[in-house]
Nanobody, 123 residues
Framework: VQLQAYGGGLVQTGGSLRLFCAAS????????MGWFRQAPGKEREFVAA????????YYADSVKGRFTISRDNAKNLVYLQMNTLKLEDTAVYHC?????????????????WGQGTEVTVSS
């Protein structure tokens, strides 16, 4: 499966952005999906993940209550709604897909990665 993330941009603190992850090549519903981010000089970190059906979601503590992950398998899209953005949310955001069950937060668990989309939060 090929993944492409988009929707990033420049936003002020407290603002919102919606990121998209488009899949092609295989049916998105076959995979558990995750969003990760990487800030300059830092390691890639888990943001959110969603089960195949969308019934289960997981979030990093730093984004819980502000970000929402969702998916539309019919459209082969995964979304990340980001509200109340903070300076520390500035990063390149990547979507990823995995065939395995569980192990949501581990970078190594994901099989496919898309090119990221940059999110910059300014004061």
């Amino acid at each position: 499966v090929q993944l492409q993330a988009y929707g990033g941009g420049l936003v002020q603190t407290g603002g919102s952005l919606r990121l998209f992850c488009a899949a092609s090549g295989r049916t998105l519903g076959m995979y558990e999906m995750g969003w990760f981010r990487q800030a300059p000089g830092k390691e890639r970190e888990f943001v959110a993940a969603i089960s195949r059906s969308g019934s289960l979601t997981y979030y990093a503590d730093s984004v819980k209550g502000r970000f929402t992950i969702s998916r539309d398998n019919a459209k082969n899209l995964v979304y990340l709604q980001m509200n109340t953005l903070k300076l520390e949310d500035t990063a390149v955001y990547h979507c990823a897909a995995k065939s395995s069950f569980g192990t949501w937060k581990e970078v190594e668990a994901y099989d496919y990665w898309g090119q990221g989309t940059e999110v910059t939060v300014s004061s």
